[in-house]
């Protein structure tokens, strides 16, 4: 059974970080790509940071570029997301999903596993 689960978020002031994890389970990690999305209140979801495990390479949209680091532990089957300089408008519940696609194939049409969400607010 194919398992994800995200944790780390939490509550925290504007400039301040967080690490969010996705821990994996029941598929081969090593062969799949891992996404982090986020929902904001009264928003439709949206793809933030895309990992290849089995190449390494990476994506981040444009408002978590500089900010955000996806990385993984192969060892944990963990993916992580590094969130810095963190602002108000990144509020909102982030999910881990999982795809044996490619990222770029994955990312244009959908991510066949998802985690449940795990909520990030940013506020002073």
């Known amino acids: 059974e194919v398992q994800l689960q995200a944790s780390g978020g939490g509550s925290v002031q504007p400039g301040e970080s967080l690490k969010l994890a996705c821990k994996a389970s029941g598929f081969p990690f090593d062969d799949y790509t891992i996404g982090w999305f986020r929902q904001a209140p009264g928003k439709e979801r949206g793809g933030i940071s895309y990992l290849s495990i089995k190449d390494g390479s990476t994506y981040y949209e444009e408002s978590a570029r500089g900010r955000f680091t996806i990385s993984a532990d192969n060892a944990r089957n963990t993916v992580y997301l590094q969130m810095n300089s963190l602002k108000p408008e990144d509020t909102a519940v982030y999910y881990c999903?999982?795809?044996?696609?490619?990222?770029?194939?994955?990312?244009?049409?959908?991510?066949?596993?998802w985690g449940q969400g795990t909520l990030v607010t940013v506020s002073s």
């Open positions: 999903a999982a795809d044996a696609k490619s990222w770029v194939v994955a990312a244009l049409t959908h991510f066949d596993y």
